[in-house]
């Protein structure tokens, strides 16, 4: 058995039945060993950020990693931003980079790089194969790194002839780690601060924001008053009627300033402390108020969901729940289109249990409270605050999730990131129906310029911001990659194509010209 050979047999015996990959010259004997090991699914992506946005998707909905196959450092570093917003989301993610072989590296070769240093600004655990026998235990280890709560990017990176030379026998499944467990005493010491009459707020990340973590907040809340809050950047939110109501903290400054204004303590679960996206001049940079506690629940790596239930159980909070949302599907928009009507189309169309993959930036600003009475759904985010993020995630999560549609509510700018997804999309036949906001600018960008206090910003700077000159063609593009696209021009237009993308299955694109 070849290196690869052991290496792939590893990654199915430790549950990793999935690659996104993108090879090259040093990982041909991988890519041979992929027809002589059973229960690997191989998938390809046209450009990096392709197959690490969607190794991300996928193991946001599965619960497992997928692992990633890249070619050197400058492989790797076309997958960088991905990866980045992977490590942000706590995904597990075995990120396996070829490179050359042991001996050849010393002549530093063109493609030659210093992988280790790329790796760093995602990967909590990063090894270097040191020879074919080493494989199969490296990457059991990476499985296991991976998989350490909460989660994350694990990087194997893996010399040619590690895969091609003769190996061990593959390794068994790891022992997954398991989350730590939360002392009583701390339990005790939050309820205790839940129960005093002071204006308090529970805020959620990760675990927490799954069905069953939103019922356990919501217990709480409804018998302390306590309000419910969760991260701008979550990997995967389960919301939709009948399940609790979470506020998200917004994106511009002034209303995340009013939205903790008055909290007296601030009860963290799973989540660090909220931060302001970025420093704006003569603008405050912290959003928590002065004179508000930080009280910390459980860590990231912490037993999430069994602190909160032990919580539920000291405050006695066994009956019912804090405000859910609504079965209420909104009538459907008619006349000009606006981002704010798609999402209102879209909630009165979704069918069940459909998974949203959000990067619809400006034009998803507010689609929380357009969505409201929806059907139960998932909500993916973009979690790093890198572009180009949501239409690979859409295509991993539809990977995950055979028989869910998915809907990629993807802005102009950042879909062109990742184009490519469509063209895995139409390969390997998957339910995702894009809905492009094509606004034709960068408009957020837009806005950045006011909020740095440029007020009169000229033509150059207007240029830069700006999508047009020549118009993008959506319908071309997907059409070019392999999938059906439309364009809509008006609410009537747009629900009948929605429609239509719902009643079929496959990948569809529809371009909404705003
Ligand atoms: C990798 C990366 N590059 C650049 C940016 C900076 N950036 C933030 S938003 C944005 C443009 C967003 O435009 P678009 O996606 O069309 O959405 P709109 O603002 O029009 O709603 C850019 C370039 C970023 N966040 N990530």
Redesign the pocket.
């Known amino acids: 058995m070849t290196g690869a050979q052991s290496l792939l047999q590893t990654l199915v015996n430790g549950g990793v039945e999935i690659c996104f990959a993108n090879p090259g010259t040093s990982e041909m004997h991988f890519i041979a060993a992929l027809d002589r090991v059973h229960g690997m699914r191989a998938v390809l992506g046209l450009f990096e950020g392709v197959c690490t946005g969607a190794a991300d998707g996928y193991a946001r909905m599965a619960g497992k990693p997928a692992a990633t196959l890249l070619h050197l450092g400058p492989g790797l570093g076309n997958g960088f ?1 991905n990866l980045h917003n992977a490590r942000r989301a706590n995904t597990p993610l075995v990120n396996i980079v070829g490179d050359h072989a042991t001996y050849h590296l010393r002549h530093d070769p063109p493609l030659a790089t210093d992988i280790e240093s790329i790796v760093r600004g995602f990967s909590g655990w990063v090894r270097r194969s040191r020879s074919a026998a080493d494989v199969p235990a490296d990457a059991a280890d990476a499985i296991a790194a991976a998989m350490t709560p909460p989660g994350g990017v694990a990087t194997l990176i893996l010399p040619a002839d590690c895969s091609w030379n003769e190996s061990g026998e593959p390794a068994p499944a790891p022992v997954m780690p398991r989350p730590t467990p939360v002392q009583p005493g701390r339990i005790r010491r939050i309820a205790d601060l839940l129960r005093r009459p002071e204006p308090a707020v529970i805020f959620l990340s990760g675990r927490l924001c799954m069905e069953d973590g939103l019922c356990l907040a919501g217990r709480v809340s409804r018998a302390t008053g306590a309000r419910i809050m969760g991260n701008r950047v979550n990997s995967r939110t389960q919301r939709g009627a009948g399940r609790v109501v979470i506020e998200r903290l917004p994106y511009p400054i002034e209303p995340a300033l009013a939205m903790l204004r008055g909290t007296a303590h601030l009860v963290l679960v799973g989540s660090p402390a909220p931060v302001p996206f970025f420093a704006w001049p003569g603008k405050p940079n912290w959003i928590i108020p002065e004179a508000c506690g930080i009280h910390v629940l459980a860590t990231p790596e912490e037993d999430c969901l069994g602190a909160m239930s032990s919580l539920a159980e000291e405050l006695g909070a066994s009956g019912s729940v804090s405000a859910v949302y609504p079965h209420q599907r909104p009538p459907l928009p008619t006349g000009e289109i606006t981002a704010e009507k798609v999402w209102r189309a879209l909630t009165a169309l979704m069918p069940e249990d459909v998974i949203v993959s959000d990067e ?4 998803s600003r507010d689609a929380e409270a357009w969505t409201v009475g929806a059907p139960p759904h998932d909500w993916l985010n973009v979690t790093g ?4 993020q949501g239409l690979p995630v859409a295509t991993g999560a539809a990977l995950a999730c055979p028989g869910r549609k998915v809907f990629a509510m993807e ?5 062109l ?1 990742t184009l490519q997804s469509l063209w895995t999309q139409a390969r390997e036949k998957l339910d995702v129906v894009t809905v492009i ?1 094509a ?1 034709r ?5 837009r806005g950045e310029l006011k909020q740095m206090g440029i007020a009169d910003p000229g033509p150059k700077a207007a240029a830069m911001l700006d ?1 047009g000159n020549p118009d993008l063609d959506w319908v071309m593009l997907a059409e070019g990659m392999g999938v059906p696209g439309s364009r809509a021009r008006s609410c009537e237009e747009f629900t009948d194509q929605l429609r239509d993308a719902i009643r079929h299955s496959g990948p569809r694109l529809i371009e909404v010209l705003l």
């Open positions: 931003a619809g930036v400006t034009s605050g890198s572009i180009g802005s102009d700018g950042a879909g990131y906001f606004n600018a960068y408009k957020i960008l999508l």
